[in-house]
């Protein structure tokens, strides 16, 4: 007997067992897909990770439906490495799975319903919403759940199609449908019968009458004659300015004949330009550094001030890894750089880049997985974003983490809740080869690695061509608002800034990371605000839609006329967002065209292109935006930035504030005077003696560092601990309450460290869900492994009281 161990693209962490023939054994092989049955009628596909001849002994192996691939999909060190993902961060293999394939290639069974062949049916017998689904069956042969709702008119369809099916005149059957179809180009040619010229004179003498005809005929000649390349219909439209009739009726002639080629989506061939890089004295320093660091250890950290030309080292170490053969993975926290540097990437190699992140459609994806599979000259250096990780390297070479500092490198919801950077690092290790970290502002934890001869340093102090760095000016705004000096949110040091800079035809960039018109609308009369209906927090309103929206859940209502509670219509706004200082600028600057960046703005596949094409382009002349402005963009022209209110980030009840808002505004104003002048940066706070303001001011990373871990030590935290926290979510207040207490008493009562809890969050009800948390500290010097087993076995005995078996719970090893 013959077998094959699985992994299903579900939230379960055992693999499963499926019978083969002998045939199918000595065929599949690891990292191969096969669909398989699952439940009672449920198709999925399973990924292949072991054969053998171990029969099961709980149940009975059932046989496989079909195997998918004809080579394997998936490399065994990927295997491995999910296998690590999945037992470091205390998930399900199966989550990590579905995480890592394009979901393109996780073909699962639609439920396809239709109507039985002989089947007689009495109309006057049924329902008026069984009649509807009889109905829609006599004009398509098949229905597929989603389109029953939708002619229903409601969710909860199966009760009706269950009646339809005990009564014999529905049945299901179910399909795997294949999502993935290659694009086709049309293409163009003469027909044969006309390769001799004779023909071709009595063909141009055929079309003396026909002149749109003949003068397609004659672009396609042009055309043919200055390029060897083959012509598409759509080149050849373009070329003559004549519609795509007049050659389908050509075609029609038989004078061309169509014919069509496979295609990539996404191509960078036109982007190439020649370019020698020259690095700078300092450039090149750093560059032998990291050669040099490279040496004896797998990871450096690249820590260079602002603008000090971090991406020219990067390609001049991907260049070095190129010419040796290897790929290269370069990792960035956000999509809307990804936007930036794949122009700054492709002019330099041109079609060797290839780009992966989810405003990439399913089929865009599916081909940079093949092309990186195959080793593809198309897909030698990735850049993505954390998804990228997952992708099937042969040949890795090297892992460049840009920006590593920033949080979106860790993933919150849903599992996997890895950190790419980490998890990067372990890639590397199966890979042997070598990890740049690169930050004008490191992670307290790199830095300590760093440091401590874990990790290889350099630095870089300067920015290129010796501009200087940007010269910070604090605002007080409490002294502000006492002279009166305000206009709006704006002070009036801000305003002659922005004056200046404008009249000089600079830009501007302005930052307030909290989107939206402002975050609370308030009832002058009695102080009712309102509330999400599922969720602890109140309602933002958006000015723009004159709606109330809920940044958690998405719920949404029309602003009030007048307050729910009281009914007076004495309504204010409280605090501020980027769409309020948006309509400040429109009536203080108004000549002038103001942009904005956040997530509302960014929502489409190009959200961010067009946003930061049009700024590079200086259509734009001031940019408002949420944190997605302070990581890595570059823009030439900018002088000035604004910090509209720096306490916003300080005060948050997280022990990595202090951390957070200095790398916040650092590389805020790292923005600014990025070319020859130097650049100004006005901050607006309420506290400009706050210790990580003055830090930033000054530059003083150092500063910052060694005070935040003075803190870190003190009250154990990493870097000297390491956090698991676990999440509780149930419907029932009091059944949560009491289920988080057990799970607390067996926890700190097993384990001999610090577990805090079980703690309400600052929005403690998400979704009517309402949450508790609990905290684990982990010394470092204690192992983890066993560790985590420990605490495994307690979920798993929690999960096993009856009472507590709905709640949900959530690890999230080494918390960020």
């Known amino acids: ?112 319903i239709s109507q039985k062949q002989d089947a007689v049916v009495d109309e006057l017998q049924l329902t008026d919403e069984e009649f509807l689904i009889y109905d829609a069956l006599q004009h398509q042969s098949s229905l597929k759940v989603q389109d029953i709702i939708a002619i229903v008119g409601k969710k909860n369809v199966f009760p009706i199609i269950q009646k339809l099916i005990d009564r014999n005149i529905l049945v299901l059957q179910e399909e795997v449908i294949e999502l993935y179809k290659p694009k086709l180009t049309r293409y163009i040619r003469l027909h044969q019968d006309y390769a001799a010229e004779e023909n071709l004179v009595a063909l141009l003498d055929n079309l003396k009458n026909a002149k749109k005809q003949k003068d397609i005929l004659l672009s396609y000649f042009q055309l043919n004659a200055s390029q060897k390349k083959p012509i598409s219909v759509k080149q050849l439209v373009e070329n003559s300015k004549v519609s795509s009739t007049v050659v389908k009726a050509l075609v029609d002639k038989n004078i061309f004949e169509e014919y069509h080629l496979q295609e990539d989506r996404v191509s960078f061939d036109k982007n190439q330009k020649e370019k020698n890089l020259q690095l700078s004295t300092a450039q090149q320093q750093a560059f032998d550094g990291i050669a040099a660091a490279f040496t004896e250890k797998d990871v450096c950290l690249l820590h260079g001030v602002t603008s000090s030309g971090k991406t020219e080292i990067y390609i001049q170490l991907i260049e070095d890894y190129l010419a040796v053969g290897k790929q290269v993975l370069y990792l960035l926290p956000e999509i809307a750089l990804t936007t930036q540097l794949v122009g700054r990437l492709t002019a330099h190699f041109g079609n060797q880049v290839a780009v992966f992140h989810s405003k990439y459609t399913n089929n865009e994806r599916v081909e940079v997985w093949r092309q990186v599979l195959e080793d593809s000259p198309k897909a030698k250096i990735v850049i993505g974003a954390r998804s990228a990780l997952f992708l099937p390297f042969q040949e890795l070479g090297l892992i460049i983490i840009d920006e590593e500092h920033e949080q979106t490198f860790k993933q919150y919801d849903p599992a996997p809740r890895y950190h790419a950077r980490d998890a990067a690092i372990v ?26 001869s874990k990790y290889g340093l350099v630095e870089i102090t300067e920015r290129f061509g010796n501009v200087m760095m940007p010269e910070i000016e604090l605002v007080d705004l409490k002294d502000k608002y006492f002279r009166k000096r305000m206009k709006g949110h704006f002070s009036d040091t801000l305003l002659e800034n922005m004056a200046e800079a404008l009249a000089l035809g600079e830009q501007i960039i302005l930052f307030q990371n909290r989107r939206g018109y402002s975050p609370v609308l308030e009832c002058i009369t009695c102080g009712h605000v309102p509330e999400c209906p599922q969720c602890d927090v109140s309602l933002t309103y958006h000015k723009n839609k004159n709606q109330l929206r809920c940044h958690y859940c998405g719920y949404s209502m029309a602003k009030p006329t007048n307050c729910h509670n009281c009914s007076s219509v004495d309504l204010t706004t409280k605090g501020f967002g980027t769409e309020q200082i948006e309509m400040e600028l429109a009536s203080l600057f108004p000549e002038k065209k103001t ?64 951390e957070r808002s200095y790398q916040m505004m650092t590389q ?98 998400i979704r009517n869900e309402y949450i508790r948390t609990i905290m684990i500290k982990i010394p470092q010097n204690q192992p983890l492994g066993g560790i985590k087993k420990t605490i495994q076995k307690m979920l798993n005995s929690f999960e096993a009281v009856p009472q507590y078996r709905p709640i949900k719970t959530a690890v999230n090893v080494d918390f960020y």
């Not at 590397?428 to 690695?449: D, Q």
């Not at 997530?599 to 944190?627: A, C, M, P």
Request: hydrophobic share 35%; glycine share 6%; charged share 25%.
């Open 1 to 112: 007997m013959y077998f094959v161990e699985v992994i299903l693209p579900l939230s379960l962490s055992k693999t499963f067992t499926y019978k083969v023939s002998e045939a199918e054994y000595n065929y599949i092989k690891k990292g191969m897909r096969i669909a398989v049955p699952f439940g009672k009628s449920k198709i999925y596909t399973a990924l292949a990770i072991e054969l053998h001849q171990n029969e099961p002994t709980l149940y009975e192996a059932k046989e496989i439906h079909q195997i998918l691939d004809e080579s394997p999909l998936v490399t065994e060190i990927q295997i491995a490495h999910w296998q690590w993902i999945a037992s470091y961060y205390m998930c399900a293999i199966g989550d990590v799975y579905r995480g890592a394939m394009p979901s393109a290639f996780l073909l699962e069974s639609e439920t396809i």
């Open 427 to 452: 890639l590397a290790n199966s890979h042997k080869s070598k990890v740049l970290l690169g930050s004008a502002t490191p992670s307290l934890e790199t830095y300590f690695n760093a440091a401590s």
């Open 595 to 658: 942009g904005r960046m956040d997530q509302d703005t960014t929502r489409g596949k190009y959200g961010y292109e067009k946003i930061i094409d049009s700024f590079k382009n200086r259509e734009i002349d001031i940019l408002v935006g949420t944190q997605m402005l302070a990581k890595g963009l570059d823009f030439d022209n900018v002088s000035l930035v604004g910090i509209m209110n720096a306490d916003n980030m300080l005060y948050h009840p997280d022990f990595r504030a202090f």
């Open 668 to 765: 805020v104003s790292g923005r600014a005077g990025r070319s020859e002048k130097r650049g100004k940066v006005v901050i607006q706070t309420y506290n400009p003696n706050h210790n990580t303001i003055q830090q930033v001011t000054n530059n003083d990373y150092i500063g910052m560092y060694k005070e935040q871990l003075y803190d870190r030590h003190i009250f154990k935290y990493p870097p000297y601990y390491r956090l698991i926290k676990i999440t509780l979510k149930h419907r029932d207040f009091d059944k949560l309450k009491e289920g988080a207490m057990w799970l607390y008493q067996v926890m700190s009562q097993n384990l001999d460290m610090p577990v805090l809890g079980p703690e309400e969050p600052a929005i403690s009800r």
